[in-house]
């Protein structure tokens, strides 16, 4: 848009601000100061916020009712115009709070000029900024709510299914299906108690603490923080202007909840390949090659997988803008919003997508059963039995069962594929009954420590759970 060879001085000042200056800024000058480009996107906050404080200013009689009406109308006015995407956006008048203005006053003229009593672009960027991010926590909210409710779905129709679990990504006992999904069902849990916190504790306004310092005009902070939605004015005007924790919480909450759909999303990958079949992706969350007719690649879960790099590089940027700024507000602060809205859009792609991968997507039983038993899975199971039925300390009985992996392997077969008399070639205490643990289905039913995987434990979770989303 501007390079160093059209930079020029426009020829008046700024309207709004221009009465000390004898010049308008320059062209760069104007490029980089400007927001509009981005914050337009928070044009009904602002305007919400704007009739918020116009009527409060008509209730403590700082503006005459004729007037107040006025802004009420013009304001609706400048609303549908921006809803309907005919608002003449302009970047000499800086960012929305400005150009929102600006039009009211074409609109109603020198009413417009009255609504900025009491108020600063400084609380009201603040007040616009939380309101937004409250949305986003609230989306979130739904968002996560829905991805949750697909997870228990899966996890109900395969409570008792049999797959690997894994540490190191090599196999280490049973588990059932239900159980892995519950997992899940417990990391989204935690980003939804960390969106509800975040929301309770960012949930003041910053509306009335002006430029930083108050006002002596008589407004009624908690009219406008009512009007709202918020709990309460925010206590200090100084913190007021110049707090972003809310977006850095917001940001923060965001990143946990990316790494924790990247990581599910790693196992969709894995799990969707045909080396593990674990999982069969619908059509309408997979893709094709251009070369390759036979391939369905996972695309939507490696996207989901990659975006907790910029959702964390947004909270790693702001925290940088923020770190070292001086009460209060600095223009440094209005590299906030990009980001913010950056993570916050494929944040919410990404819940999406996994939410709609999540209910098509088929887990194969019989795959996951035939790896459940390979990689001797059971031989934890094994170990336990020679400590609760012969008396050894397991340490005695991990030995021994080491043995029998071994033995097996040489053998090329899995454990329960031993014969007896090779079982007792290791202890001669064992007996029959001992076949009994070496399989996945007893195995896994046998976990039951709160917790654990057998199926009645996860049952117990997946009820609990639903009573928690009801
Ligand atoms: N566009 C600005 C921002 O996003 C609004 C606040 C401007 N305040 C000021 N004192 N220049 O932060």
């Keep these: 848009m501007t390079n160093s060879s059209d930079t020029q001085k426009a020829s008046t000042s700024n309207a709004m601000w221009g009465g000390r200056f004898s010049a308008g800024p320059d062209a760069i000058m104007e490029a980089i100061n400007a927001s509009i480009g981005f914050d337009q996107r928070m044009a009904a906050q602002d305007i919400a916020g704007s009739r918020a404080h116009a009527a409060m200013l008509g209730a403590t009689g700082i503006l005459q009712a004729n007037d ?101 990504l090599q196999t280490a006992q049973p588990v059932t299906w239900g159980h892995h999904m519950m997992a899940y069902v417990e990391m989204f849990g935690r980003d939804l108690s960390r969106v509800r916190d975040a929301r309770a504790r960012m949930n003041t306004s910053p509306l009335g603490a002006a430029a930083l310092a108050g006002t002596s005009f008589p407004i009624d902070r908690h009219m406008t923080a009512e009007a709202l939605g918020f709990d309460a004015p925010a206590a200090n005007s100084l913190d007021a202007v110049s707090d972003r924790d809310f977006a850095l919480e917001f940001l923060s909450a965001a990143s946990i909840c990316a790494m924790h759909l990247s990581r599910f999303a790693e196992e969709l990958v894995i799990w969707s390949s045909a080396q593990f079949r674990f999982v069969t992706l619908s059509d309408r969350f997979s893709t094709g090659s251009s070369i390759m007719p036979q391939k369905k690649n996972p695309d939507a879960a490696e996207l989901i997988r990659a975006k907790v790099g910029r959702i964390f590089g947004a909270s790693t940027a702001l925290m940088m803008v923020m770190k070292g700024l001086p009460l209060t507000y600095s223009k440094d602060m209005q590299e906030d919003k990009e980001q913010v809205f950056d993570a916050a859009d494929n944040l919410m792609l990404a819940l999406a997508a996994m939410t709609g991968m999540v209910t098509d997507m088929t887990a194969n039983r019989e795959s996951l059963a035939a790896a459940a038993g390979s990689g001797f899975s059971t031989a934890t199971d094994l170990a336990d039995w020679l400590v609760r039925v012969l008396g050894l300390p397991f340490r005695d009985a991990h030995h021994i069962t080491g043995s029998l992996v071994a033995l097996a392997e040489s053998k090329g077969c899995d454990l329960p594929d031993l014969t007896l008399d090779e079982m007792k070639s290791a202890h001669d205490g064992i007996t029959g009954d001992v076949f009994d643990v070496l399989g996945v289905e007893n195995s896994v039913s046998s976990r039951t420590s709160y917790g654990g995987t057998a199926p009645a434990q996860v049952r117990a979770q997946i009820a609990r759970w639903k009573e928690l989303m009801a």
Excluded: Y
């Design 68 to 168: 107040v009406e006025a802004i009420r109308e013009g304001l609706l006015t400048v609303l549908s115009e921006i809803e309907a995407g005919d608002f003449p956006f302009s970047a000499a008048l800086e960012d929305i709070h400005m150009n929102v203005e600006a039009r009211l006053k074409e609109i109603i003229g020198e009413p417009a000029g009255r609504l900025h009593t009491g108020r600063s672009r400084n609380d009201q960027v603040a007040t616009d900024f939380k309101l937004w991010v409250r949305d986003q926590l609230d989306a979130c909210d739904t968002g996560l709510q829905a991805l949750i409710r697909a997870l228990l779905t899966q996890a109900e129709a395969g409570a008792d299914w049999v797959m690997p679990g894994f540490t190191h």
